[in-house]
């Protein structure tokens, strides 16, 4: 029996393995594609293409999932916009919104004229490692698929996204990603691009179909929404409130650093010969927020503080670098005059006793309180109005030279919530 080396052997098994796995794949895409669609947003007027996803059947009397981001425009404004399909063999037809999940970014519609093939719903989670496939129409240039690896849940995050080891691209947003064995595990939704690419769990999908099919009403959308928007609001400030908030340093204060996994915490020095103040930097977020429409977002929680100090620069001119500085803060979340009314700001100056290491319950009233121009502004939603977004902003004066700047900035929170946050906010800040 003739010998090969070893170099040689390990290449036809490595091509031998490939080819396997290449086949593999073809035989995905063509056992599947049947099920695959193209989601259009159609502007009525013009009756052309206004926007692109992608979406699966999940059933056979023609249910479809996508992305709530992919048919947004067309809940928003439905005299404007209307949905329709497109298969892998080129039938068109039209869509019917049935029901949607904001928080999870989920859609489910139903086609005029239900296709043959369908997905099954995953009822088991893969192992982390395990390959699955990502199936979408990545910038409108037909159905593809993307071998990837599932790395489980996501950290850092108030809401369940899987890690994808793979490329979802734009127009492949909500197409569907599946086991080897051809059943959806996930939905694509957003990529952070070098093979990061996040999927909604099948499991929130399941959920959505399970409310569908309970409902015996028509959908009143906005009803559906705003209710999805209070519970998840209840749900991070309840996070947030239970944990336990760690201080950490910054110049001769303590602030608050990342009070849950969900909120990320960054910092920074600036302390250059072009400018005459020191600062030293501290910004917190949570990584995500909710898609509403193209201009308007919510669900998110920012914190930010600021040290500034100067040994050398009078007190007026501290206090005019420190302003101008200080001079452009905004809201973390984007939204229009038709979302939102304007701002109503409360201004003003406060009093906090200056605790140090003691105990806020039992603050040191030797010591002169700190003083800071604060303000604190509120805008209503207007389609939600017991939702709010929140910007507080809050500046000390009573030091010649060393200043503290908190900041705050809550989206889509009650009142009640605003109120409860501002005051457990206020309360753990410390200055010697």
């Not at 129409?137 to 037909?142: A, F, T, V």
């Not at 908190?406 to 309360?427: I, M, N, R, V």
Request: aromatic residues 10%; proline residues 4%.
């Amino acid at each position: 029996m003739p010998k090969f080396p070893a170099c040689l052997l390990a290449w036809v098994l490595c091509s031998l393995s490939a080819l396997a796995l290449a086949q593999g794949y073809e035989q995905l895409y063509s056992d599947y594609r049947g099920s695959l669609y193209q989601i259009r947003l159609i502007e009525k007027s013009s009756n052309s293409k206004a926007g692109l996803g992608s979406g699966f059947q999940i059933s056979a009397d023609g249910l479809l999932a996508t992305n709530y981001h992919v048919v947004a425009q067309a809940v928003s404004d439905p005299e404007k916009y209307t949905l329709e399909y497109l298969s892998t063999d080129g039938i068109k037809g039209t869509l019917e919104l049935l029901d949607i999940d904001v928080v999870n970014d989920l859609a489910l519609l139903r086609q005029d004229n239900p296709g043959k093939e369908y997905l099954q719903l995953a009822t088991d989670t893969p192992k982390k490692g395990e390959t699955i496939v990502s199936l979408g129409n990545p910038l409108d240039l037909g159905m593809t698929l993307i071998p990837g690896t599932y790395n489980g849940i996501a950290g850092g995050s108030f809401y369940d996204r899987i890690h994808f080891a793979g490329s979802i691209n734009p127009g492949m947003s909500g197409g569907p990603a599946i086991n080897t064995r051809g059943q959806v595990v996930g939905i694509n939704v957003a990529t952070a691009g070098n093979q990061v690419s996040f999927l909604v769990p099948v499991d929130k999908l399941s959920t959505l179909v399970q409310h569908f099919h309970q409902r015996d009403e028509a959908l009143d959308l906005k009803a559906v929404t705003y209710q999805q928007l209070i519970d998840n609001q209840q749900r991070i400030i309840d996070s947030i409130l239970q944990a336990d908030w760690k201080r950490r340093s910054l110049g001769d204060a303590k602030v608050v650093g990342e009070i849950v996994p969900a909120i990320k915490c960054w910092g920074n020095t600036l302390d250059d010969d072009e400018s005459p103040i020191k600062r030293i930097d501290k910004g917190c977020t949570g990584q995500d927020v909710i898609f509403l429409s193209d201009e308007f977002n919510t669900g998110r929680v920012e914190y930010e503080f600021f040290w500034l100090e100067a040994d050398n620069l009078l007190p007026a001119r501290f206090y005019a670098e420190y302003e101008q500085q200080m001079s452009t803060f905004y809201p973390g979340n984007s939204a229009g005059e038709e979302d939102v009314t304007n701002y109503r700001c409360h201004q003003g100056f406060t009093s906090q006793p200056r605790t140090g290491d003691v105990p806020v319950s039992k603050p040191d009233r030797s010591k002169k309180p700190l003083i800071a121009r604060t303000s604190y502004c509120v805008r209503r939603y207007k389609d939600f109005p017991d939702l709010y977004d929140i910007f507080f902003l809050s500046l000390s004066v009573d030091q010649k030279n060393r200043a503290l700047v908190s900041h705050f900035t809550l989206s889509g929170f009650t009142q009640e919530s605003a109120d409860a946050f501002t005051e457990k906010f206020t309360s753990e800040i410390q200055w010697h």
